[in-house]
């Protein structure tokens, strides 16, 4: 994929306000609209170039929890969550930790629960780090989805039913939010 100036500068520009019109762009590019609107459409082809609406749960009261573990099978724990409603994004990484995965829920018990009963008693996974994020330098907007209507069965193909497990019992975990066994509303939207 080569981009050229003009491109970076539009990437750059819809970084910095995504409601700029394109006739601003034009104007800041020194080029035709047409042209501007030729190129945007030619940068979200390529993937260069998307946009998503979401939230900034750091500025809502949720909290994100950024979790290092080192495993044997990366690939089983990313299928694991990836339509978990809690699950922000995972990355594959390098050094003592070989995953990163990022997570948000309404409340830390929430978040613990999940990595308590997912993470650490997984035979796969050797070593998990778990840490809160406390602010974030150039925001965080996640997409969610709020769930209507419950779902039949939890979306991350869990075995673990809300209302029979003890983190929901007990309270210290919100439950599922597609399941309706829940206290929570919100689900990230991937």
Known sequence: MKLDSKDLRIISLYSENPELSQEEVAKKLGISQPAVAMRIKRLKQLGALEHKFGINPLKIGFHVAKVDISTVNVNKILSKFANCPYFLNGFVTT???????????????????????????????????????????RGLIVPIKIYERPEDRPPCGSAIICRECPSFKDGSCAGCPALGHRRSMFRSNH
Not at 95 to 111: P, R, V, W, Y
Request: glycine letters at 2%; proline letters at 0%.
């Open 95 to 137: 050094g003592k930790n070989n995953l990163c995965l990022l997570f948000m829920a309404e409340d830390i018990s929430t978040l613990e629960a999940i990595v308590n009963n997912h993470l650490r008693i997984d035979e796969d996974v050797r070593d998990v780090e778990f840490n809160i994020v406390i602010s974030a330098v």
